[in-house]
């Protein structure tokens, strides 16, 4: 949470906006719940993929879905080579 706030803050002097700290929290929280009810893990924002999403020129909605549609689609076809990585691997990552 504090991390998704700080990352707000960042985006929001990058573009000299403001954004609803109320809205943001509680829609990651329900974000949160849904991933849940699929065995998913909780998520929050990232700082630098903001930061490098703001300056290569996305500043809608749109640039945020279409990074995450891709991602999906990278990870649902690479599953298979995903799987051969060493959970000890993963962890150090995480």
Request: hydrophobic share 45%; net charge positive.
């Amino acid at each position: 949470s504090i991390d998704s706030l700080l990352t707000s803050l960042v985006a929001d002097n990058m573009t000299r906006t403001r954004h609803d700290s109320n809205q943001e929290l509680i829609g990651q929280g329900i974000g949160n719940m849904v991933a849940g009810f699929f065995g998913g893990i909780p998520g929050a924002g990232a700082t630098m993929r903001t930061v490098v999403n703001i300056r290569t020129g996305g500043a809608t909605k749109i640039s945020g879905i279409t990074h995450s549609l891709l991602l999906l689609t990278i990870v649902v076809s690479l599953a298979p080579l995903a799987a051969k990585i060493p959970h000890a691997v993963l962890a150090g990552i995480l």
